[in-house]
């Protein structure tokens, strides 16, 4: 051990890649596959603790010390149910679909008119359809986000009005009623 006074926060933990050793040197470590097929932590490099590098030490020791607390708490703050969810997913549903997915040109024409009627709409009417089902955003934030860029207010019935108004047109367009909405009574 030297003699340069220093106090450690953080334990030695030889299974990370960098750590402090109980002398005070910085060791810098990485794990190789042995002929055996067994994988081993080897030694890369050591920075011994002298005089001239104990300010560097420290600060590389505090960073361990942090990272290990940030693991530390990550891991007590972990949603575990989620992790086995996750660790026992089967991956993609789409690709357990027998068959193959038709890229038919005729997907393509059932599109077409949707594209002909968003084109006869008005600029700001073709972003709210692009921002609402596009981005899948709700019509409260597209409120929230034009009244902060335009500084304007916009009330929550006028976004409504707007939209309404694109599914009044929508339904003209492609000659369908509109379906009747349902309101629900308070009390």
């Known amino acids: 051990m030297t003699n340069i006074p220093f106090e450690r926060k953080s334990k030695i933990d030889t299974d990370k890649d960098t750590y402090l050793d109980a002398n005070g040197n910085y060791v810098y470590t ?12 080897e030694i890369i490099d050591i920075v011994p603790l002298t005089s001239e590098n104990t300010e560097c030490i420290i600060v590389l020791e505090e960073n361990d010390h942090k990272t290990a607390l940030a693991e530390r708490y990550d891991a007590e703050n972990a949603d575990y149910h989620f992790i086995a969810k996750k660790n026992t997913d089967q991956g993609d549903p789409l690709e357990k679909i027998p ?3 038709s890229t038919d040109s005729s997907e393509t024409h059932d ?3 949707i594209l002909v009627f968003i084109e006869t709409l008005t600029p700001a009417q073709q972003n709210l359809v692009y921002a609402h089902l596009g981005e899948g955003k709700f019509l409260e934030d597209i409120r929230r986000e034009e009244e902060a860029a335009t500084g304007k207010k916009i009330t929550k019935q006028a976004m409504y009005n707007r939209w309404n108004k694109i599914i009044t047109k929508a339904c003209k367009y492609f000659g369908v009623e509109k379906p009747k909405q349902i309101h629900k009574k308070r009390g």
């Open 99 to 101: 068959g193959n997915i």
């Open 30 to 41: 990485h794990m190789v596959r042995r002929t055996n097929g067994q994988w081993e932590r």
């Open 111 to 113: 599109i077409e008119p």
